[in-house]
């Protein structure tokens, strides 16, 4: 009888205001359901006030939306979470960094995906970030949650080896 190989969990964990970088995160997403991995979407809430929102009628629209579509990460999601999956625009970064600071603990030691130009702030939180070898969102995706389920095999097995002992 073949073993099944290991469920692993991706929390999908994204910052946008214009939608651009909410498909890149999905597209990431889809890799990893494409390699069979469980996920949750979670979107940042916004450091911006409502005066500065409600200026920018895009970014206003597209929040409402996303509002109905998303909720913030939870604690619980990071602990579930055998793979992290990060997205934010470049010239966007202080809600990622920000959650990045705050969850450090319950994310420290999880592979990550990184989707923007904060990978070095990944790794201060802990993370360890597979390397971005890849253009396309979907494969990246693909690539981490191929990666976390190697990993988890590989502590399973070892669990299993010392129980065996």
Avoid: H
Avoid at 45 to 65: C, F, K
């Amino acid at each position: 009888m073949e073993s099944q190989p290991p469920s692993v969990n991706a929390l999908v964990v994204f910052y946008c205001r214009y939608g651009e970088v909410e498909r890149r995160a999905l597209a990431a997403g889809v890799g990893a359901i494409q390699a069979r991995a469980n996920i949750r979407l979670r979107r940042l809430p916004d450091l911006a006030g409502p005066a500065s929102i409600d200026a920018d009628p895009a970014w206003r629209d597209n929040l409402e939306r996303m509002k109905k579509d998303y909720i913030a990460p939870r604690d619980i999601d990071a602990e579930w979470a055998d793979v992290v999956i990060l997205a934010a625009p470049g010239d966007r970064l202080a809600e990622m960094e920000g959650y990045l600071t705050l969850a450090q603990a319950l994310l420290n030691g999880k592979l990550a995906a990184v989707l923007g130009p904060f990978a070095d702030a990944a790794r201060r939180a802990g993370l360890i970030v597979v390397p971005d070898e890849e253009t396309d969102p979907t494969a990246y995706g693909r690539r981490a949650a191929e990666a976390a389920r190697a990993r988890v095999a590989k502590l399973r097995g070892g669990i299993g080896r010392k129980l065996a002992q």
